[in-house]
């Protein structure tokens, strides 16, 4: 499994600014406190990143109660000795808020098993949400891939396009999801974009330390770090 460091940073901070939105209490003789709400308990599965690095973010920032849930597949058998449970179960009994789903098939591929997670959560907590990471694009959208495919060659305003085009795709899905249940219970996380403007940074040699996207960019089809 290749991960993207980078991205990772910059989801968890966006994760932590908005869970942070405290509301901060005005007094012109003392500086002002900001109330932090309670943490998460979240559980994620896919074949990406996905929420079990908030932790050290979530305590650096004082955040309490935050836990993670590392999955099994829905229909996956469970081998001997492994403790995963599968998302419905934890769903069932109350045990997570949210269900994080990070997979490079994003929305559209798994519609059946996140509204199964879905209404097992809002029967325990009619708060509870799906947050879905938009994916990058499997070999940049280039099929068939070349056996020497290099991220660096790739035309970034057309890949920028196909992820519009994907994106869009998700966000209807989305919607149709989120209609069904009178209000938004999908909350789709733009993975996809925030790499691209990493990819965009590098290739303009504005990020530090980084010259060239093969330092990030590895593999057949995923970044690295």
């Not at 990406?48 to 920032?61: D, L």
């Not at 519009?164 to 795709?169: H, M």
């Not at 219970?185 to 974009?193: I, R």
């Amino acid at each position: 499994m290749f991960r993207l460091r980078v991205i990772t940073w910059i989801l968890s901070i966006c994760g932590l600014l908005a869970w942070s939105t405290g509301t901060l209490a005005q007094n012109t003789k003392s500086p002002p406190t900001k109330k932090l709400p309670t943490g998460l308990r979240l559980a994620g599965g896919g074949n990406s990143w996905y929420a079990e690095n908030c932790g050290p973010y979530a305590k650096e920032a004082g955040i309490q109660g935050h836990k993670f849930f590392r999955t099994i597949h829905q229909h996956a058998q469970r081998a001997p000795g492994d403790t995963r449970q599968k998302p419905v179960e934890l769903a069932e009994k109350g045990d997570i808020d949210a269900f994080v789903w990070g997979h490079t098939d994003g929305l559209g591929g798994a519609a059946k098993m996140l509204l199964d997670v879905l209404e097992a959560g809002m029967k325990k907590n009619p708060n509870f949400k799906v947050y879905v990471q938009v994916p990058w694009l499997v070999h940049d959208g280039r099929n068939p891939a070349p056996d020497d495919i290099d991220y660096g060659d790739s035309d970034l305003a057309d890949v920028q396009a196909k992820l519009d085009k994907r994106r869009k795709a998700e966000e209807a899905a989305a919607d149709k999801i989120n209609a069904r249940f009178g209000k938004r219970v999908v909350v789709l996380v733009p993975m996809s974009d925030a790499m691209m403007e990493l990819r965009r940074m590098i290739a303009a040699g504005k990020f530090p330390g980084v010259k060239k996207h093969s330092a990030v960019f590895a593999g057949d089809h995923m970044p690295h770090a």
